[in-house]
């Protein structure tokens, strides 16, 4: 239990620490919940972030009603430590890039 909350917050620092205020990102279960821009479509973005190796879920197949909220869920449990800022780095530029 405390293995997995110290990556999820390691996770959650890392992913601020590449995107600043940009990250509106909170701790969910075993993992990390990302919030996108509306503008965005996180179904794109999950399957760019799994063509380059992440494996990222999409939020709005998830939510019910006439608005989806965009956003992706990383989970923690098998993060490689030492990779972490350069994979948040990663994919902050995917999510950033235009489709």
Known sequence: KR???ARRR???DSLRAVAGDDARAAMCGLGVLLRLPDDVDDRDIAARAY??????TALSPWV??????QGLLLGATNLSERRLAA????LWKIVRAPS
Do not use: I, Q, S, T
């Open 87 to 90: 994979d948040c780095a990663e």
């Open 64 to 69: 019910a009603g006439a608005r989806a909220a």
């Open 3 to 5: 293995l997995y909350a």
């Open 51 to 56: 063509d380059a190796g992440f494996a990222p």
């Open 10 to 12: 390691a996770l959650l």
